[in-house]
């Protein structure tokens, strides 16, 4: 099993710009979630999903959407990226919250100029 | 709203010594509490875990210790090594819907640095 990747590694935007974060796991996982981490802040839920359709915002989701079409993908929208969205983006997943812990990928390091 | 309050923000420990790092919350329903542990460039991953039926937890050199009255825990490393220099961070999940999500509450991070 790769676990949970994530794509790209890095990357720079301008102000502005849209991407998409890419998450993948192959674990089967029905629980999914996006964070950021910024420094010495911890990390900040985006949104999650608990299955394939179903998806729902965290604590800090404005500028951002997903989506969830299959059991796999997760991917994280930004559509007019701001400099305030330069952070460490991780994902994570999970079999089942009561009886397991979240595996994260290896985060997506994203600067906004 | 910091839902998990960490401290230190950074601790630096001599090799061999005991490193300890406190956390404390305030929502009474959190039923779950990990400690993670993160490399430089990597993601984040799970050291040891608690729930509050357990007031102690001990798993090789790392152990949680768990105050359900005081709402507060920590993690005690033990002949703390260079190779355990990293950032850790302490989370909570649970709470009205947030058992069923899964969802966690970080706190902020302590930096430990190892000194050989």
């Known amino acids: 099993n790769a676990g949970v990747t994530q794509t790209p590694k890095f990357r720079i935007l301008k102000i502005g710009q849209s991407m998409t974060l890419q998450c993948t796991q192959d674990?089967?996982?029905?629980?999914m979630y996006w964070y950021r981490q910024d420094p010495g802040m911890g990390l900040k839920l985006i949104y999650y999903?608990?299955?394939?359709?179903?998806?729902d915002k965290g604590e800090v989701p404005n500028g951002y959407n997903v989506s969830r079409s299959t059991t796999e993908d997760f991917p994280l929208r930004l559509e007019l990226a701001a400099p305030s969205q330069t952070s460490v983006y991780f994902c994570?997943?999970?079999?089942?919250?009561?009886?397991?812990?979240?595996?994260f990928g290896p985060g997506t390091r994203l600067t906004v100029l | 709203q910091q839902q998990v309050k960490q401290s230190p923000q950074s601790l630096i420990v001599q090799k061999g010594g005991i490193s300890i790092i406190n956390c404390a919350y305030e929502?009474?329903?959190?039923?779950?509490f990990p400690w993670y542990q993160q490399f430089p460039g990597k993601g984040p991953a799970l050291l040891i875990a608690?729930?509050?039926?357990?007031s102690e937890k001990k798993e090789g050199r790392f152990t949680i210790s768990f105050n359900k009255s005081a709402k507060q825990f920590s993690l005690h490393i033990m002949d703390s090594q260079p190779g355990d220099s990293a950032t850790y961070f302490c989370?909570?999940?649970?709470?009205?819907?947030?058992?069923?999500?899964?969802?966690?509450?970080f706190g902020r991070g302590t930096q430990l640095t190892v000194w050989p």
């Open positions: 674990m089967n996982h029905n629980y």
């Open positions: 989370a909570a999940s649970g709470g009205d819907r947030g058992s069923t999500l899964g969802r966690l509450y």
């Open positions: 929502n009474t329903a959190f039923d779950y």
């Open positions: 994570a997943s999970i079999r089942e919250p009561s009886t397991d812990t979240q595996y």
């Open positions: 608690i729930r509050p039926d357990v």
């Open positions: 999903s608990v299955g394939a359709g179903i998806t």
